[in-house]
């Protein structure tokens, strides 16, 4: 490479020809692959001429030539062809798949673009095609598995919901610990991609380490992932693609065993409680006869998915489009929720004719309704409806007596004894009304707009401009129905006030705009030195207000409308007293950040066959005083492609590369929250409602001035690999990550009114190593088998805590920090079974006694965390002429989570036996004889689920386990069916979700976003979708 | 090239743009932000700040299974047993794991008090960087006089809970704070006798601020001088100062705060009758409720977590027609027969107010906490007549028909009868723990609960007098905030 633009450019070069008209002869042919499908698009340019053209859409192409003359045929991602013109006016081509081909171009910061060969950092690139079918409603949560050391973790089956994402563990305790998310140059929200489409999206590049991801500074502490839309090809004729999806959602199976009305009457009849006691086994057998409820096939629902894609491609001579629009639809498989999108996007990018500018933009509009359900995760009986649907007795009929399905149980709002009778044995009753009733319900409208430019203004110098915003606007409607059963308590007279239900509404702003402004030299010396130094300015603001109004009081007639709400001047008489019991609360949030850089980034290569690059930068942040505001980062890589060497000549090897990177970044984030932490080192008073209902102020923050940079300091060392034209690809790190200054809670005295203060202090380590391989069996015209694998193992361990916890911080539940120890580890007492002579659960005292008395004294670390140790993915694609078949599969082991919800299932504690709710038919194993030998307490002891949960590791779990996360059948229609009908390329699939799960987690759904406890949550789907494409 | 110098002059105009804008992006204050100067101004704050002082005292604090010393008194003693709607709520305190992490007694009662310790501070030091204009200058004393009584109040309270004597002079007690601490300071617990000195100079202070003509001199629910008086009355009782001026000074308020009648009595207790309230907090509608220590949503026979025992219910039951016993158990209860598991026994103190279901006033001070001081006193001082006589007095008022006197032989006997009466008295007030830490230990009497109350729970009938758990441990978060300060025993 004689002249070094700036990545992008080189990219839209090879793509660049000029046509020019001749007298010479015309040869004409197609353009296939090696498959035999057509390549419209290839350049075919006359060897030293900027003369060109390029093949249309079934890979035809005609051009005029001399006899003599060199016709280099060129397509990215396959290898260059030249042929000499001879007596033949047709020459028909098969470009070969190239070893250099797409996959290896790496995308890094700033838009740049280079290939895997030259880049001397640890990125993984994802090409999203191989994303394409999946129909997950977050386009995020389909690289699952596809990334060594990325784990993409959703707690939830609501679809569009957001996923909480780690590469490379767990990089702080207090502060942010997901990666930055980049989408064509925006700094995006990362907890935020329901209103992104997943088909827009080209590519994912994983930054993972310093030299990678430092170019981000601040945000970028836990890496980046690097997001690039589709676009337009110059010189491209008008293409049409339409997508269309519909399909299925249902739960995964599930490993509970309930009891049956028959069981759960007579384990009632045993204790002497509940519906059960005093029954005889006739009357038992007569209520098992009439109902036996399945409460989890009433609350979860086969849902369905449907998606239509239309993208729309250009391109002239100076100007390329890219328009997309899709709308996608996912009724979620519990009752209740649901999620739809709209969006549209365009693409543009332009250059002058002397390629010396060129600018894009880019521009996505995504409204998206989602339905949800609140409480996954709450104790609170009447509003957890996940709860509900595992615990609903089986007596319980779920039919009126008209046989339809009940609304209500045939309870009636606001009766408080049909509530609570029985241990509120009515509660899915309550649970299904609220879900029928109640509106919960988010709008989102997001915009995300890039404008990019670059302008090689003189011999060797780029200047370059990149702005980009994220804004999201998002209104949360939430009413409690004021006829739905618990309606009348709302207000703060309950079934006193003439009006029940609340309405609530949140409509919240978020706008974050950064602009970087950047000026480069390139240049080579002497043939072999390739050098370029770039520097930057970079802004970034970020805007978030907010306002949210609460109306306990509204007027059946009109739920939802404005009109609905009660005027709070409203007075009524209760209990002999003139009160208002209607006064609405409302709220405002308006809230700032800021940061500002300086970096400049430099990169040196010899012949190819090293390269050195180093960055460093100035970062500026608001949330630290003057003396703390600035922190230095930096980093330094370097490459040697070993298999440039003479001594590798002849070995099957085509790529072998050693690499190293080091570096520090920065992170400011306090707290783990955008918009979190942002005066910490302020003193500051509050004001609120206070006593006898006056206004009070008082201090509600101690500063803290010596907060300052939390340090991740990285190191890298990997290899990538290709044998064999690629056939066998790979690359392996190995990394250690350390974070310094930890943004952590300190304790103080509580003299100063507050018991904890933030704080820079301790350190922690992440090391690991990951490997990725790629190896393709066969490659012929007819067949193409390939497998991939990827894993990554990862330690985490905190260093060093505050001196204030002796090493220890333990804040009352069933996880801990401990210096020695990795994030998240659960520290309880351990549970050694059941006593054979009196029932009572036994203990290990921390020094392996047995104990009969549950103690925080005896809490031990179990080495057991909430984070995996081992995750990764695999799969194989199997091609067979337009058949393919491809599968993946996702793991993660070595970790833990407390399963509550099976805990539940087991209580068996004093006073629980009529507390309205189901059983595991395990529990028939409690206890109930002297000499009796058995895991599970006497009924009636003294300790309850939640006690076990806390302080025991009785119900703590291993929640490892590997996912079929996608198989998928595909079939392209042979052209010669087509050959009749306007219509370039059609392919129809099937394909499935999350099919196949292998754990022994006792609970819903193995999959989290790292929670410690498992209660009540919405477990994740399997889907089915069937879908059909269309190029015409 | 004409473009090139329009593209020229785009970009140095946006970088120069961006070189003018940068300020915005490095120093950002949020909207809202207030510091002392501007948040406290003029007298009008102040009382701003008074009220904050106030709302953070939070004896009747919690909720669920866990709380402050209304809660604690109860659930670590023998008023309580398990409720209908219990799914574990309580079950860990009623076993006497008192532990001083999580959810414990230490880890609410210490952090509020000295919350609202500093709060008092802080108003006073920003009361005294003010310039007052003389006609404030009553106000702003009265302001004043209040936040000294808060802050001794405050003290008061920790004192009773961590101090294991109150009558050892060297004894470790708390930490008193009369200044405002920066977030490195440790202090080791002063002494018994420099915390009591502490907390009486600021109420002798306060009683020379107080202004009795202000008008919330006459609203029980803010601090006047007759609140300073009760408190100085308190005070000598734990450290056994019964003379005659302290006993003048009870007399003195009893002459002033008549016992209510049976009618009065358990219109306290809805917050219609203010009868021999000398100090009470105001709970409103928005503030805390009291109704949730014991019930998940309001007082009904489905919705008890935790009810009154068994034990508490057959003494409230002794004597016919004592308001007591229809106060603190309501009517809505099922009592099968004596001692009987499935006795529902919800308790009725709190019923709810206008304010809300769970929302009731919290009584600090009543005159017949006085009396029963009186009577503890005259007991100690051998006027053991002149002690059955306030007993007396007490019950004749309850009963609403004269009571006989009660016959005390000796201290003991009286102590024991006095002990009893404070009970059925003050029982869901706060006050059991602390007299069975007090009296108990002295009358060698424990936590004895029915063995049908603590089966309830699964739990220990039995806490033996003098055990170190009636010395509250310091809380582990202010042992890991304060590496100087001393743990009790036991802990």
Known sequence: ??????????????????????????????????????????????????????????????????????????????????VTVGSSNTINIVLQESTSSLEEVVVTAYGGVSTLRASAAAVSTVQAVILEDRANASAIQNLQGQVAGLNIATGTGQPGADSLIILRGPGSINGNIEPLFIVDGIAVDEDNFRSINPNDIATYSVLKDAAAANIYGNRAANGAIVITTKRGNFNEALKFQYTSTYGYNELQDQPFELMNTSEILNFQRTYDEGRGAGLTNSEIATIARQVNTSWTDIFFRKGTTSSHDLA????????????????????????????????????????????????????????????????AGSGNTFFNPFSAALQGLPYLSPFDADGSLTRDGGIQPGDITALLAAGATNFPYVLLNSISFN?????????????????????????????????????????????????????????????????????????????????????????????????????????????????????????GTGAGLIAGRTTEEIDGETVNPYIPTVGRT??????????????????????????????????????????????????????????????????????????????????????????????????????????????????????????????????????????????????????????????????????????????????GIELDLKYTIIQNKDWNVSVFANGSYNKNEVEQLPPSTDGLVNLGGSTATGEGEPLGSFYLVRYAGVNPSNGNPLFYTADNQLTETLTDDDRVFTGKSIYPVWQGGFGASIRYKGFELSNQWSF??????????????????QGSVENGRNRSVSLFNAWENIGDITHIPRINSSLGSVDYINQTDRYLEDASFLRLRNITLGYVLPRKFLENIPITGFRVYVQGENLLTFTKYRGWDPESNFRTTDRGQFPTPKIYTFGATINF | MKTYKFFTTIFSSMVLLLAMSCSDATDIVQDGELNEAAAIKDVVDLQSALNSVYSSYGPDFGGNGSGDVIYFNA????????????????????????????????????????????????????????????????????????????????????????????????????????????????????????????????????????????????????????????????????????????????????????????????????????????????????????????????????????????????????????????????????????NDPDNLLLIGKYPGSGDGLQINDIKVMRSAEILLIKAEMEARNNMLVEAATSIQDLRTARVGTPQPLPVYTNLNDALVDILKERRKELCFEGQRFLDLKRLGGELNIGVDRLSVDCESFEAPCNLEANNFRFTLGIPQSELNGNRVITQNSGY
């Open chain 1, 439 to 559: 509106t919960d319900k988010e709008e989102e409208i997001k915009i995300l707009a890039s404008f990019n430019a670059n302008w090689n203004f003189a011999e060797n110098l780029t200047a370059g401009v990149q702005m980009g915003a994220d804004l999201g606007t998002e209104r949360r409607t939430e009413i409690l129905h004021p006829e739905s059963i618990l309606g009348p308590f709302q207000s703060d007279f309950s079934v006193d006030a003439q009006f029940g239900g609340v309405q609530e509404e949140y409509y919240t702003r978020d706008f974050r705009f950064n602009i970087v402004n950047s000026i480069g030299y390139a240049n080579t010396f002497g043939e072999v030195h390739d050098f370029d130094a770039t520097a930057y300015f970079e802004y970034v603001k970020g805007h978030f207000d907010g306002f949210n109004f609460r109306q306990e009081g509204i007027d059946p007639r009109l739920v």
């Open chain 1, 892 to 909: 993660v082991a070595d970790i833990y989570r407390n399963n509550l919800d099976f805990a539940d299932l087991e209580e068996g504690s």
């Open chain 1, 312 to 375: 729309i491609t250009s391109g002239g001579e100076n100007s390329s489009n890219y328009t997309s629009l899709q709308y996608f639809e996912q009724d979620g498989i519990f009752i209740g929720s649901e999620f739809q999108r709209f969006t549209i996007r365009n693409n543009f990018n332009g250059k002058s004719s002397d390629d010396k500018f060129n600018y894009s933009m880019n521009v996505s509009l995504g409204f998206s309704e989602t339905n949800e359900l609140d409480n």
């Open chain 2, 75 to 338: 659930i670590f003693t023998d008023n309580l047993k398990s409720g209908v709607a219990n799914n574990g709520q309580g079950s860990q305190a009623y076993g006497f794991l008192v532990d001083i992490s999580g959810n414990s007694i230490s880890e609410f009662l210490w952090p509020n008090r000295y919350l609202t310790i500093f709060r008092a501070n802080i108003a006073l030091n920003a009361l005294n960087n003010l310039t007052i204009e003389s006609t404030d200058l009553d106000e702003a004393n009265h302001i004043k006089g209040q936040l000294l009584a808060l802050r001794a109040l405050a003290h008061f309270d920790l004192f009773q809970y961590f101090t294991s004597d109150y009558q050892n002079d060297a004894a470790l007690s708390i930490i008193n704070v009369d200044f405002i601490p920066t977030i490195a300071d440790q202090f080791e617990r002063n002494t018994v006798a420099e915390t009591l000195a502490f907390i009486k100079a600021d109420l002798n202070e306060a009683a020379t601020l107080l202004d009795p003509n202000n008008s919330t001199s006459a609203n029980p629910i803010f601090i006047n001088n007759d609140f300073i008086d009760a408190l100085k009355v308190n005070i000598a009782l734990l450290e056994g100062d019964n003379s005659s001026t302290i006993m003048n000074l009870a007399e003195s308020l009893l002459a002033k705060y008549p016992l209510a009648n049976q009618t009065e009595y358990f219109n306290i207790f809805s917050d219609d009758s203010n009868a021999e309230v000398i100090f009470k907090l105001s709970r409103v509608n928005g503030t805390n409720g009291i109704g949730d220590l014991f019930y998940f949503n309001q007082v009904d026979p489905d919705d008890a977590y935790l009810e009154a025992s068994n034990e508490l219910y057959n003494e409230l039951s002794e004597v016919p027609n004592d308001i007591r016993f229809f106060t603190n158990i309501d009517s809505q209860s099922n009592f099968i027969a004596t």
């Open chain 1, 1 to 82: 490479m004689k002249r070094k633009f700036s990545g992008m450019l080189t990219l839209f070069l090879a793509l660049v020809v000029q046509l020019t008209f001749a007298q010479e002869k015309t040869i004409s042919g197609t353009v296939t692959d090696e498959i035999g499908l057509p390549l419209p698009g290839t350049t075919v340019l006359l060897k030293g001429t900027s003369s060109g053209t390029s093949s249309d859409f079934d890979g035809n192409y005609s051009i005029k030539a001399n006899t003599g003359q060199v016709l280099v045929f060129s397509f990215i991602g396959y290898t260059n062809q030249e």
């Open chain 1, 590 to 767: 308006d809230l700032n950040v800021g940061n500002l850089s300086i970096f400049g980034t430099l990169n040196y290569t010899y012949n190819n066959k090293y390269g050195f690059s180093a960055s460093i930068r100035r970062d500026n942040s608001f949330r630290f005083v003057e003396e703390n505001k600035w922190g230095t980062f930096y980093s330094v890589a370097a490459r040697w492609n070993i298999d440039e060497e003479s001594f590798m000549d002849n070995t099957a090897f085509n790529l072998l590369k050693l690499r190293a990177s080091h570096g520090v970044s920065g992170n400011d984030r306090i707290g783990s929250g955008y918009y979190s932490s942002l005066d910490d080192t302020r003193e500051l008073f509050g004001t609120g409602l206070s006593y006898n209902g006056s206004n009070g102020t008082f201090p509600n923050q101690r500063a803290n001035v010596t907060l300052r940079w939390e340090e991740t300091t990285q190191t890298n060392i990997g290899i990538d690999f290709g044998l064999w034209k690629n056939k066998f690809s790979g690359a392996i790190d190995v990394y250690e990550k350390t974070t310094d200054d930890l943004f952590q809670s300190d304790r103080i005295s509580a003299i100063n009114g507050q018991g904890t203060i933030s704080s820079n202090i301790g350190s922690m380590v992440n090391k």
